[in-house]
């Protein structure tokens, strides 16, 4: 089994930081791509952003120059720094992650619990 554990949600004022971290554990042979999927409230869930084993990253056109996406491969953990939040980033976070268990495994998508952020003053 795996387990993807998040951290660092809270209620932060317009133009303020906060950073989330993801933590992965359990029966983990490789870990592929990294991930942080948004749902506002009404709204669709959506990719904010995405990280490579090798470090490329892709993401999404509203965070791009705020949120900076990157990953320890040794702590198997993805982070989350976003900077200048405004009302409309408040949403429930969620990381994921494709994992192989072992050497013989396809890997699957596996999602952690979320993360509540609300960006109001």
């Known amino acids: 089994q795996v387990q993807l554990v998040e951290s660092g949600g809270g209620l932060v004022q317009p133009g303020g930081s906060l950073r989330l971290s993801c933590a992965a554990s359990g029966s983990i042979f490789s870990i592929y791509t990294m991930g942080w999927v948004r749902q506002g409230p009404g709204k669709q869930r959506e990719l904010v952003a995405a990280?490579?084993?090798?470090?490329?990253?892709n993401y999404a056109d509203f965070v791009k120059g705020r949120f900076t996406i990157s990953r320890s491969n040794a702590k198997n953990t993805v982070y989350l720094q976003m900077n200048n939040l405004n009302p409309d980033d408040t949403a429930v976070y969620y990381c994921?992650?494709?994992?192989?268990?072992?050497?013989?495994?396809?890997?699957?998508?596996?999602w952690g619990q979320g993360t509540q952020v609300t960006v109001s003053s």
């Open positions: 994921n992650a494709m994992v192989a268990r072992d050497s013989m495994d396809s890997p699957g998508l596996y």
């Open positions: 990280i490579s084993s090798g470090g490329s990253t």
